[in-house]
């Protein structure tokens, strides 16, 4: 018997769910919030009181995320966003938002959400916030080499790895955004341009600084050009190879810095500093007061990096304590402290995701907290915190779901959620940050 070859039938490609939509929220991302077919719909670049047509792009039982097709219905309160890039780069996505509406939607999801999980009903409100545009300083910028394009350097697109070419950026510190042009300028002429990774660009208060990842050495003539790049533009490179380590491409003792509360913080280049330097000095001040501070006071700082909170708590106590977990920060902050003559700060290395009841400082007495934990949270160390008993509990928050978790454990422990705000120390992003005040009842 002959058989024939018969082709199966292709499954017929699943069309697109299209909807018209009116927006009747904002979320703290940015996205507008709809409701169609009992799904709650977060609309990319929708806001309040628009109507959009949109395709659904992801949809899951309870919700769905769409995209807007044709706007039917525009809002007075949309503006014009300042980057001409903002529909493509993945690093905004609220410059069509006016900043009071980002703001106050932030504020409101942050006390939405600490109520939701905990009970407590509060504001997030005065909310600490300086400029919305020309704050950030520092960016880390993706380099990569096309046959056909040449050198392209800027941020990721959003949902994907291609790289948008960057020549400006409204968000960056205007002294770091007048030298993107020139670095790219450098760049594409080095002859190792094929072999870079990414370049980071910091604003010091001395001066700015540029951290090149090259995958393959440079040569002679590379490090040449960037040496003229260096003078040119008083900016201070550093190379960054294959092995972590970094070095300075001409030797100098001068060290980058900023000043907080009269003091000056030393950083490595690779170090992690507050992105916006003019809600940092606010969120220092708030917590200063939050804590109430007298010469009496003992003061554990967790997470304390290199001395952002402890060095300006340090001039007003008599004695406190820096845990962080990343041992070249540790020295950096035991540096900071001689620098400026403060010999009441002490610091130590801890793994605070780790068993470390062990260790010296765990079993001194202190009388207030303060923590400033990464985005996983603090959940290790709270029935620590709680096991000290302090009467102040000073919590900062990049991440307003482990803050509402961890907060959980104090409140259950006979603490009271006294004070909460929201730090806008990211505009025109989703970024949410905060600090809660916990006082033992």
Same mark, same amino acid.
């Given at each position: 018997?002959?058989?024939?070859?018969?082709?199966?039938?292709?499954?017929?490609?699943?069309?697109?769910?299209?909807?018209?939509?009116?927006?009747?929220?904002?979320?703290?991302?940015?996205?507008?919030?709809?409701?169609?077919?009992?799904?709650?719909?977060?609309?990319?670049?929708?806001?309040?009181?628009?109507?959009?047509?949109?395709?659904?792009?992801?949809?899951?039982?309870?919700?769905?995320?769409?995209?807007?097709?044709?706007?039917?219905?525009?809002?007075?309160?949309?503006?014009?966003?300042?980057?001409?890039?903002?529909?493509?780069?993945?690093?905004?996505?609220?410059?069509?938002?006016?900043?009071?509406?980002?703001?106050?939607?932030?504020?409101?999801?942050?006390?939405?959400?600490?109520?939701?999980?905990?009970?407590?009903?509060?504001?997030?409100?005065?909310?600490?916030?300086?400029?919305?545009?020309?704050?950030?300083?520092?960016?880390?910028?993706?380099?990569?080499?096309?046959?056909?394009?040449?050198?392209?350097?800027?941020?990721?697109?959003?949902?994907?790895?291609?790289?948008?070419?960057?020549?400006?950026?409204?968000?960056?510190?205007?002294?770091?955004?007048?030298?993107?042009?020139?670095?790219?300028?450098?760049?594409?002429?080095?002859?190792?341009?094929?072999?870079?990774?990414?370049?980071?660009?910091?604003?010091?208060?001395?001066?700015?600084?540029?951290?090149?990842?090259?995958?393959?050495?440079?040569?002679?003539?590379?490090?040449?050009? *960037?040496? #003229?790049?260096?003078? +040119?533009?008083?900016?201070?490179?550093? $190379?960054?190879?294959? @092995?972590?380590?970094? !070095?300075? /491409?001409?030797?100098?003792?001068?060290?980058?810095?900023?000043?907080?509360?009269?003091?000056?913080?030393?950083?490595?280049?690779?170090?992690?500093?507050?992105?916006?330097?003019?809600?940092?000095?606010?969120?220092?001040?708030?917590?200063?007061?939050?804590?109430?501070?007298?010469?009496?006071?003992?003061?554990?700082?967790?997470?304390?990096?290199?001395?952002?909170?402890?060095?300006?708590?340090?001039?007003?106590?008599?004695?406190?304590?820096?845990?962080?977990?990343?041992?070249? *920060?540790? #020295?950096?902050?035991? +540096?900071?402290?001689?620098?400026?003559? $403060?010999?009441?700060? @002490?610091?130590?290395? !801890?793994? /605070?995701?780790?068993?470390?009841?062990?260790?010296?400082?765990?079993?001194?007495?202190?009388?207030?907290?303060?923590?400033?934990?990464?985005?996983?949270?603090?959940?290790?160390?709270?029935?620590?915190?709680?096991?000290?008993?302090?009467?102040?509990?000073?919590?900062?928050?990049?991440?307003?779901?482990?803050?509402?978790?961890?907060?959980?454990?104090?409140?259950?422990?006979?603490?009271?959620?006294?004070?909460?705000?929201?730090?806008?120390?990211?505009?025109?992003?989703?970024? *949410?940050?905060?600090?809660?005040?916990?006082?033992?009842?």
């Amino acid at each position: 018997m002959v058989q024939f070859y018969s082709p199966k039938k292709r499954p017929a490609k699943k069309q697109a769910t299209m909807l018209d939509v009116t927006a009747t929220a904002l979320d703290a991302n940015g996205q507008g919030i709809a409701h169609a077919g009992g799904k709650t719909i977060f609309v990319k670049g929708l806001l309040p009181e628009e109507t959009a047509r949109i395709r659904l792009i992801e949809e899951k039982r309870q919700f769905a995320k769409g995209e807007v097709i044709k706007l039917l219905v525009t809002s007075p309160q949309r503006v014009t966003p300042h980057c001409r890039y903002y529909e493509r780069c993945g690093g905004c996505q609220q410059q069509h938002v006016p900043i009071s509406l980002q703001r106050t939607t932030k504020a409101d999801v942050l006390s939405h959400l600490i109520k939701r999980e905990t009970g407590v009903t509060i504001s997030a409100k005065p909310i600490i916030a300086g400029a919305e545009y020309g704050y950030r300083r520092r960016a880390r910028l993706g380099l990569r080499f096309h046959q056909e394009k040449g050198l392209v350097m800027g941020f990721r697109q959003e949902r994907s790895n291609d790289l948008v070419m960057i020549e400006t950026c409204p968000v960056l510190k205007p002294q770091l955004n007048e030298l993107l042009q020139p670095l790219f300028n450098v760049l594409k002429q080095l002859s190792a341009v094929r072999e870079l990774g990414h370049v980071e660009i910091v604003l010091a208060d001395n001066g700015p600084l540029v951290i090149l990842r090259h995958l393959s050495p440079l040569s002679e003539n590379d490090k040449a050009r *960037l040496r #003229d790049f260096s003078h +040119n533009y008083q900016v201070t490179v550093y $190379l960054a190879g294959n @092995h972590d380590e970094i !070095a300075r /491409l001409i030797p100098s003792k001068k060290e980058p810095f900023y000043q907080i509360d009269g003091l000056n913080l030393h950083f490595a280049p690779t170090d992690f500093i507050q992105v916006n330097d003019e809600v940092n000095p606010l969120m220092v001040v708030q917590a200063i007061e939050w804590l109430d501070l007298s010469l009496s006071d003992r003061v554990l700082d967790l997470f304390c990096g290199m001395g952002n909170f402890t060095l300006p708590i340090a001039k007003r106590v008599t004695h406190v304590v820096g845990i962080e977990g990343v041992p070249a *920060l540790v #020295d950096m902050a035991k +540096n900071n402290a001689t620098l400026n003559q $403060l010999k009441n700060a @002490h610091f130590w290395h !801890a793994d /605070l995701s780790a068993d470390f009841s062990a260790m010296p400082w765990a079993k001194e007495g202190f009388n207030k907290v303060l923590l400033d934990p990464a985005r996983a949270g603090a959940a290790e160390v709270m029935p620590h915190i709680v096991g000290l008993s302090p009467e102040k509990i000073v919590y900062v928050s990049c991440n307003p779901t482990t803050l509402a978790r961890d907060s959980k454990i104090l409140l259950d422990s006979g603490y009271q959620l006294t004070h909460l705000k929201m730090l806008d120390m990211f505009p025109q992003t989703g970024h *949410l940050e905060s600090m809660a005040l916990f006082s033992r009842k």
